[in-house]
């Protein structure tokens, strides 16, 4: 039996792209908080290294052409730098631009690296950080399987060429060395890729087994806040809402018809409201007639109050066995911008308090917290 199960959670060659994509969707918010923070990172490292050799080379090499390129190559990177702090200051960006943006940067830099490898192009000297660098960043971007080796494939190419052309006398190890680091590159990928695909596998089976509420089939208490604090910690710098959903006189529909059609509403509208919060933002029960969605991003009030409107509107639809009693929501919001932060047991406060006051004046409606 453990044989099959090692079996069965070994991954191959052939299998690893399409899990790698699937890590990727499974964890977008994570990949693109990873590669965003990466892309900040190593560009303000680049930036240093760049200072540093136009310090350094002046001293070893007398050649202008030399100094011009390194000159160059400091005020390029200075945009470079300038742009990438500027545009991924706080605002998380969606995943296809992170993702776009991060192998372009990778590759501007191997360019870089394979100008320093072939200049000055008289001193016979081999590549000699191309490839350990290559090799550290073919785990340093998330990238699909696929698209990380075709980085690597396209940045060993430019060195082979380049030194082809301008420096033929250290052919051989260059390519020896390049092609070495390229298989120790892919193999690299495909273990870290690996375990990032067992890792994810396994969470979410942990998580399913203990985190969904019974009943309703979606998230218990306890699983809704954690990853919502999760999320608040690790994306201060963005919008997002917390909703607090209350099934109306939900007493009156158990003493009426009994807590099997009791059940039967709290299940209806937990799908009401998952089907409102979407696969984006998280939607789980609180317990008893309480339920929550945590909106992750939202760039208008507008957003937040058609998921509000959409559950609202499709809790009405509910089918009682007659009419005596009817089924209504109310819901209380706690909204914050870019610019604001709180801890999740404040945001649920805040939520709740919205949500008394429109219990407390109405009921079937949506309720906006204010300081005011």
């Not at 005020?75 to 993702?99: F, G, N, P």
């Not at 273990?191 to 969904?212: D, F, P």
């Not at 066995?321 to 819901?331: E, G, T």
Request: hydrophobic fraction near 45%; aromatic fraction near 12%.
């Amino acid at each position: 039996m453990e044989k099959e199960q090692k079996k069965a959670d070994r991954i191959t060659f052939f299998d690893i792209d399409k899990l790698s994509r699937k890590y990727m969707k499974d964890n977008e918010e994570e990949v693109t908080n990873n590669n965003q923070r990466m892309l900040k990172t190593i560009s303000i490292i680049y930036f240093v290294v760049i200072i540093c050799y136009n310090i350094i080379v002046p001293v070893f090499f007398n050649e202008w052409g030399v100094n011009y390129i390194y000159q160059i190559a400091l005020i390029v990177h200075i945009v470079v730098l300038a742009v990438i702090l500027l545009r991924y200051r706080k605002t998380t960006r969606s995943s296809r631009e992170v993702q776009i943006v991060s192998a372009a940067f990778q590759l501007y830099v191997m360019a870089f690296l394979v100008i320093v490898s072939v200049v000055p192009f008289d001193n016979g000297q081999p590549a000699v950080y191309f490839a350990p660098i290559a090799m550290g960043f073919a785990v340093v971007f998330i990238y699909s399987f696929k698209t990380a080796v075709i980085l690597g494939i396209i940045e060993s190419a430019c060195l082979i060429l380049t030194t082809v052309i301008v420096k033929p006398d250290v052919l051989f190890i260059n390519v020896f060395s390049t092609i070495l680091s390229l298989v120790v590159a892919i193999y690299l990928i495909y273990v870290v890729y690996s375990n990032r695909a067992k890792e994810s596998k396994h969470r979410k089976k942990l998580r399913k087994m203990g985190q969904i509420d019974k009943l309703t089939n979606i998230y218990n208490r306890a699983a809704t806040e954690m990853m919502s604090q999760e999320y608040i910690q690790a994306n201060r710098n963005t919008k997002y809402a917390l909703m607090i959903i209350d099934i109306d006189e939900f007493k009156s529909v158990n003493d009426t018809y009994g807590h099997q059609t009791g059940d039967m509403v709290i299940q209806n509208v937990a799908k009401i409201i998952e089907e409102a919060a979407g696969p984006r933002n998280i939607a789980g029960r609180m317990g008893g007639d309480e339920f929550m969605i945590f909106i992750k991003s939202w760039d208008k009030q507008e957003d937040i109050k058609e998921i509000a409107a959409q559950v609202l509107r499709n809790a009405q639809k509910i089918e009682m066995p007659d009419d005596r009693v009817s089924v209504s929501c109310s819901i209380g919001v706690c909204a914050l911008g870019e610019d604001e932060w709180m801890e999740y047991d404040d945001m649920f406060s805040c939520a709740d308090k919205a949500l008394y006051y429109i219990k407390e004046n109405g009921k079937n409606c949506c309720a906006f917290y204010s300081k005011e």
